[in-house]
């Protein structure tokens, strides 16, 4: 069969109508496994990179989330527009080699299905998709597995209108390319595998067989590297904590073991000086690493409201104890707890995580009017930027 390799955009151009209705094994392979390590999308913000015919987004935004999406393909564009009558989604005509049309940390999800092999500068992009990323989101790639192009595979359709294969032009990436690509662009990897066609996939879909049990897919999902915690986040659930600085605040105290900190905690014996933004996210870890969920919050709710009334800390919208910031953090705390797993010791766990020692990480969650309101104060309520993970 003569072969025609196309640029990339004219490839995929031509390649839309036929795009949804070839039988590729390669999407049906990759499918369940984008919604296994996206997971619930419900009130976030998505970002398609490279949406092509729309197949990721409409399916997130079926399921909740308000996406935007892009590509440079006017008519894969075209029919993935079709498709999105009374969703959320926004669609941009965009050239992912150039700056993305977002402001920075716009984003709780970002998406790139199947694109990166055909992106020369990888470092490029994914530093663009850390750019659109907020602090608290994860991104997710999916790419076909280098170990095809061993077989002379990369992406490609049968043009039937002339008889022969088109190949949008690719570029011969090994997997240490996108990993190193994503950690010069600031990411850590949490997931990363590879997948082969099984009998299941090759019985379903016939062009899957002649690949049985060989490498055709891997994922990645990545999130950002933690900063350093700037000066004003050591603030509290409670907003009754001392305004200065936690990293001067741990180095002027001894470091305790955990069952020494839950000591002190249960017994108030900590002053307010000593009690900052990190030693709450540490209690709440340790808490959770021993109770379920209900419980832990139920300790730290009445372990925080003790030292308050030990301190006669006034109760005001802005000091005292605080139901919904309290509870708002114990879901991240459990949320990181549990996708990425215990540590040794309760600091360990916060050194790698440091993400949760920013307070502004519920600017993604709570608009200011909300966070401070008498009901959020009072009781737990839901947030209304996007959704917290559940416990």
Same mark, same amino acid.
């Given at each position: ?12 151009? #031509? ?29 976030? =913000? ?36 079709? =498709? ?18 977002? %402001? ?35 991104? /997710? ?18 043009? *039937? ?14 997997? $240490? ?10 990411? /850590? ?26 490498? +055709?897919?891997? +994922? ?8 350093? +915690? ?5 603030? $509290? ?12 605040? $741990?180095?002027?105290? %001894? ?10 905690? *249960?017994?108030? #014996? ?43 800390? %006034? ?42 020692? $920013? ?17 959020? =104060?009072?009781?737990? /309520? ?10």
């Amino acid at each position: 069969m003569p072969v025609e390799v196309l640029p990339t955009r004219e490839g995929y151009d #031509r390649w839309a109508a036929v795009y949804d209705s070839d039988g590729n094994p390669l999407i049906a392979l990759e499918e369940p496994w984008m919604d296994r390590l996206v997971g619930d999308v419900k009130k976030l =913000k998505l970002l398609d990179v490279g949406c092509g015919t729309g197949r990721h987004a409409v399916r997130f935004a079926g399921a909740g989330a308000a996406v935007d999406a892009i590509d440079f393909s006017e008519a894969m564009l075209e029919k993935a527009r079709s =498709k999105a009558d009374g969703l959320s989604i926004r669609f941009h005509t965009h050239d992912l080699s150039m700056r993305f049309p977002f %402001p920075d940390a716009s984003f709780d999800r970002v998406i790139c299905s199947l694109v990166l092999e055909h992106i020369p500068d990888l470092q490029g992009i994914f530093r663009e998709m850390a750019r659109v990323c907020s602090s608290w989101g994860n991104v /997710v790639v999916s790419n076909m597995h280098p170990a095809m192009m061993l077989q002379g595979v990369q992406a490609r359709f049968h043009d *039937e209108s002339t008889g022969h294969e088109i190949r949008p032009a690719s570029c011969p990436h090994q997997i $240490s390319d996108y990993v190193m690509g994503a950690a010069k662009a600031g990411f /850590v990897l949490d997931h990363l595998s590879e997948h082969a066609v099984d009998e299941a996939l090759a019985a379903r879909l016939p062009r899957a067989r002649r690949y049985l049990g060989w490498p +055709m897919l891997f +994922m990645m999902r990545l999130r950002l590297a933690a900063s350093p +915690m700037p000066k004003e986040a050591a603030a $509290s659930f409670s907003s009754s904590s001392s305004p200065r600085s936690q990293a001067n605040a $741990s180095s002027e105290q %001894p470091r305790m073991t955990d069952n020494e900190f839950l000591a002190a905690f *249960e017994a108030c #014996r900590f002053s307010l000086d000593q009690w900052h933004h990190r030693e709450h996210i540490r209690i709440a870890y340790l808490y959770l690493l021993r109770h379920p969920f209900d419980e832990a919050v139920r300790k730290v709710r009445s372990g925080i409201q003790a030292l308050n009334a030990t301190h006669k800390v %006034p109760d005001a919208i802005d000091r005292g104890y605080h139901e919904t910031m309290t509870q708002a953090w114990m879901r991240l705390v459990y949320f990181t707890l549990h996708e990425f797993g215990a540590k040794e010791t309760a600091d360990a766990f916060l050194d790698e995580h440091t993400q949760l020692l $920013s307070k502004r990480a519920l600017r993604f969650f709570y608009s200011r009017e909300r966070i401070m309101s008498p009901e959020a =104060k009072r009781g737990f /309520v839901e947030p209304d930027l996007a959704a917290l993970p559940r416990p």
